[in-house]
T-cell receptor
Framework: KQEVTQIPAALSVPEGENLVLNCSFTDSAIYNLQWFRQDPGKGLTSLLLIQSSQREQTSGRLNASLDKSSGRSTLYIAASQPGDSATYLCAVSETGANSKLTFGKGITLSVRP | DGGITQSPKYLFRKEGQNVTLSCEQNLNHDAMYWYRQDPGQGLRLIYYSQIVNDFQKGDIAEGYSVSREKKESFPLTVTSAQKNPTAFYLC???????????FGPGTRLTVL
């Protein structure tokens, strides 16, 4: 059974710092990996999607990498801002575009002004 | 605007009642999902549907039921058999090509 782990559960950094959020998974036979952001009391917003054949994806100040062989993904946030404060979740998909996802519990990020 | 809508935003249920949470999408996605989110537990899959008139149980289906009569709609019923239904419920749909999942705004259910 696939398991997704995100450590630490919470992180506090000063504004302007570059930071890396980690995600690890136990079964490397994945279809894709997706990073989400969740603000308190809201739904999840998709940030980046990496297909199993890709190594990384970039969107603005965000860069996500994928290493299937080691079962790891990282989300890099450049020049963090207070508006980046939220919970960040990663999820991996079993084979197939319509299959189910397995989620990590998330990392709650606080960026201090 | 394309997206996923969930209603109501807040729902209060008395013990012993069944309640139905609505989820509608206009993204033309085949696959739809229901998750439950509790503090410290992460997202747990309740049911998912890969195509109209078909659905599969997720990890915590007991006490819940779904239907998928239309591509756009995937309602979730929380029955009286669900012993601890107070939670935040999230509906999602997924593209058939890239497999990217999109979420609705959620429904917060509280049992009185």
């Amino acid at each position: 059974k696939q398991e997704v782990t995100q450590i630490p559960a919470a992180l506090s950094v000063p504004e302007g710092e570059n930071l890396v959020l980690n995600c690890s998974f136990t079964d490397s036979a994945i279809y894709n990996l997706q990073w989400f952001r969740q603000d308190p009391g809201k739904g999840l917003t998709s940030l980046l999607l990496i297909q199993s054949s890709q190594r990384e994806q970039t969107s603005g100040r965000l860069n996500a990498s994928l290493d299937k062989s080691s079962g790891r993904s990282t989300l890099y946030i450049a020049a963090s801002q207070p508006g980046d404060s939220a919970t960040y979740l990663c999820a991996v998909s079993e084979t197939g575009a319509n299959s189910k996802l397995t989620f990590g519990k998330g990392i709650t990020l606080s960026v201090r002004p | 605007d394309g997206g996923i809508t969930q209603s109501p935003k807040y729902l209060f249920r008395k013990e012993g009642q069944n309640v139905t949470l609505s989820c509608e999408q206009n993204l033309n996605h085949d696959a739809m999902y229901w998750y439950r989110q509790d503090p410290g537990q992460g997202l747990r899959l309740i049911y998912y549907s890969q195509i109209v008139n078909d659905f599969q149980k997720g990890d915590i289906a007991e006490g819940y039921s779904v239907s998928r009569e239309k591509k756009e709609s995937f309602p979730l019923t929380v029955t009286s058999a669900q012993k601890n239904p107070t939670a935040f419920y999230l509906c999602a749909s997924r593209t058939g090509t890239r497999g990217e999942q999109f979420f609705g705004p959620g429904t917060r259910l509280t049992v009185l």
